[in-house]
């Protein structure tokens, strides 16, 4: 028989054999368990990725568009993370509707990378203006939620608008939070300071998720009287948690997890547009300059504000492992299948005819090391020298 074979130990714990032709795979049977087989895993999913190696996804223009998307998904796949929603943090609205549109344009002329992308989550603008709570982004950009102008960013991006962040506290967040959720977009709150009453609300209208839980936060808040505790009070919502290591205290995680249990915390990124870039001091469009620090540690220059992670998704694995007391299966589908089940992203089957996109991997002595990256039939392997 014509075509690739990979073999590995799966997510089930069975080993198998994957033959791939034509980006397609065309059988999948079991063979022996040997010790040695690398796993043959889900991709990772990304529910929250600003950009990568300098391109921002509030940034693309139609000069832009096509290489950027290109040079971030290709930084993705060799990291593992083979669907993502491309994040828009707040910009100016016509700089951002703009994007969206430059993003639809590239996409629906690329199948490839229209299964890359997902779609797309809109986080920014529709945030608390109040320091603190709206971490590194500019408040002359931010802006009340208004329904009609975010339909008009979501028709400019061809429909492709997954999830949308609101502060529930702000004046209109609440009929637009209805308004969203019945038109099928997820609802997730963050960079916003809602009391347990106003949580609460939010979760009858119609939201499901929290952006980036414990992040988009002041520095320092009351004991008692702060979002954290009604977000995880909340049954209805699913919590997105940072797992780079320095936006989250083990013990964190370890908590919301608990409290929610696996099936409803999901790993983001939440990468910055320098993610994968050398150390230093950067400009931003939209957010305040940050600073690259050499342990990867990303933040508002002269300010202890996180400006995002330098890390992709695969980073939040080795953090539950190593860190959280998860073990290594539960942590591949924090970063994987659950995020794609939460917001409603298909992911390929390990079976005769569906898409081949799948991560071969290995976990030894705490690092995280992917082989490869098979996506829609095609290899993608990190260069030695590329970091990330």
Excluded at 140 to 148: H, V
Aim: one cysteine or more; aromatic letters at 8%; a negative charge.
């Amino acid at each position: 028989m014509n075509g690739t074979f990979y073999e590995g130990i799966t997510l089930d714990n069975r080993a198998v054999r994957i033959t791939v032709s034509g980006g397609k795979i065309s059988s999948c049977s079991d063979i022996p368990y040997t010790a040695d087989l690398p796993r043959l895993l889900p991709v990772l999913v990304d529910l929250q990725q600003n950009g990568a190696l300098g391109y921002a996804f509030n940034q693309l223009d139609g000069r832009t568009a096509q290489k950027a998307l290109q040079v971030i998904g290709d930084h993705l796949l060799v990291n593992g993370v083979g669907r993502v929603l491309a994040t828009l943090p707040t910009a100016p609205y016509d700089v951002l509707q703009n994007a969206a549109g430059c993003i639809a344009g590239v996409l629906d002329s690329d199948e490839k990378l229209n299964t890359l992308y997902a779609g797309i989550f809109h986080e920014g603008v529709f945030i608390s203006p109040d320091f603190g709570w709206r971490g590194g982004h500019k408040p002359e950009y931010i802006r009340s939620p208004e329904w009609q102008i975010f339909a008009d960013f979501d028709r400019a991006s061809g429909h492709r608008v997954k999830m949308v962040n609101v502060a529930p506290e702000v004046p209109g967040a609440m009929e637009f939070i209805r308004r969203a959720a019945d038109a099928g977009i997820k609802v997730a709150i963050g960079h916003c300071h809602p009391d347990a009453a106003t949580i609460r609300q939010a979760v009858k209208n119609g939201a499901q998720m929290v952006t980036h839980f414990a992040n988009g936060a002041a520095p320092e808040i009351h004991r008692f009287k702060n979002p954290l505790w009604g977000f995880l009070a909340e049954e209805g919502l699913a919590l997105g948690l940072v797992g780079d290591g320095f936006h989250l205290p083990p013990e964190v995680t370890q908590v919301a997890i608990k409290v929610k249990g696996v099936e409803n915390c999901f790993m983001v990124s939440d990468a910055n547009m320098f993610s994968g870039c050398a150390p230093g001091i950067y400009q931003r469009i939209g957010g305040m300059d940050c600073q690259i620090e050499e342990n990867g540690f990303i933040h508002v220059v002269g300010q202890d504000i996180l400006a995002g992670a330098w890390f992709q998704n695969n980073r939040s694995v080795e953090y539950l492992v190593n860190h959280c007391k998860v073990d290594f299966d539960t942590a591949w589908r924090m970063c994987s299948t659950i995020p794609a089940k939460l917001c409603g992203i298909t992911l390929p089957e390990l079976s005769g005819g569906e898409e081949a996109s799948f991560v071969l991997a290995k976990f030894n002595n705490g690092k995280l090391q992917i082989n490869k990256t098979v996506f829609c039939g095609k290899e993608y392997i990190k260069d030695n020298c590329q970091k990330g």
